[in-house]
């Protein structure tokens, strides 16, 4: 962001007004058309889940998007003189879900190789801020929706569209999430409030929800009825099993939620749109 407003980086071109366009990511990108003027740098780019991924060695492929070039770009950051950096990372940092809240103050426990170069990242841009004294802010969100939404989130509203029962009506668990409007509003905070500097945050929507009442808030938001079965959670972790499919399963069936009041109290911040609030917008641009 520069001090006439935001700089939108693109890989591709959008037709955004004042879009830089940066079509490779890695640690040899100049960043330096973008950078030119800017106070702060809100870096979003990531390699993320990538479906049959056939690759022989993929956690390098995600360290040199994921790591390799978000430090780049913050090297380069701060020698421009870039105040403040702020970075999303991701809440499988923390872990892949259990059923206690996770928190800042958890010790991280990636599992997969998408979470293990966002945790390498930040530990790197936590030793860039010690050098430079670049403001290093780091999010890590859950599941985020919106309109657009696409993957998982995306298919379960076209089944609830389509009036498909689904067999998770007996599916007790907490989820947390995260509207598109309430992440785009913690991320301005981050970047104006003095006391974001050095931090890490959590965030969500702040009302955890189990599996079926996400499904009767998309229905209702859709007006229509929810198709819910009471299938048991073990029958249905069985099936994925044999299918080849329980990891896709255990995000039905498991819980990750997190506590979000470390980034309410120290900055303030409240989520101006509720569950019900994100869900209607999301379905109303699917029509």
């Not at 500097?197 to 929800?209: H, I």
Request: hydrophobic share 45%; proline share 7%.
């Amino acid at each position: 962001m520069s001090g006439l407003g935001s700089i939108p980086v693109v890989r591709r071109g959008a037709n955004l007004p004042g879009e830089v366009k940066i079509p490779v990511i890695d640690s040899q990108t100049d960043w330096s058309p973008a950078l030119s003027g800017c106070k702060a740098v809100v870096h979003l780019a990531a390699r993320v889940h990538v479906m049959h991924d056939t690759a022989t060695d993929p956690l390098s492929l995600y360290r040199t998007t994921n790591t390799d070039a978000t430090l780049n770009l913050a090297r380069q950051a701060a020698q421009a003189g870039v105040k403040r950096f702020v970075f999303i990372s991701s809440i499988k940092v923390n872990g892949e879900g259990r059923e206690a809240a996770y928190r800042e103050t958890d010790a991280p426990a990636p599992e997969d190789a998408y979470a293990i170069s966002k945790w390498e990242a930040e530990q790197g841009l936590h030793r860039i801020a010690a050098e430079t004294g670049l403001e290093v802010v780091v999010l890590r969100p859950p599941l985020v929706y919106g309109p657009g939404v696409k993957a998982n989130f995306r298919r379960l509203l076209d089944t609830v569209a389509r009036g498909w029962p689904l067999p998770l009506g007996a599916i007790e668990n907490r989820r947390s999430l995260l509207y598109l409007g309430n992440f785009v509003d913690a991320i301005r905070v981050c970047l104006e409030h003095p006391a974001a500097a050095g931090q890490t945050f959590l965030l969500d929507d702040g009302q955890p929800v189990s599996t079926p009442e996400l499904i009767r808030g998309v229905a209702q938001a859709m007006g229509r009825p929810a198709r819910l079965l009471a299938v048991p959670a073990g029958v249905l972790e069985f099936a994925g099993l044999l299918l080849g499919k329980r990891a896709a399963v255990k995000r039905l069936t498991g819980s990750l939620w997190v506590d979000s009041s470390l980034i309410r109290s120290r900055l303030g911040w409240t989520p101006p749109y509720t569950l019900a609030a994100g869900l209607a917008e999301t379905v109303a641009d699917l029509q």
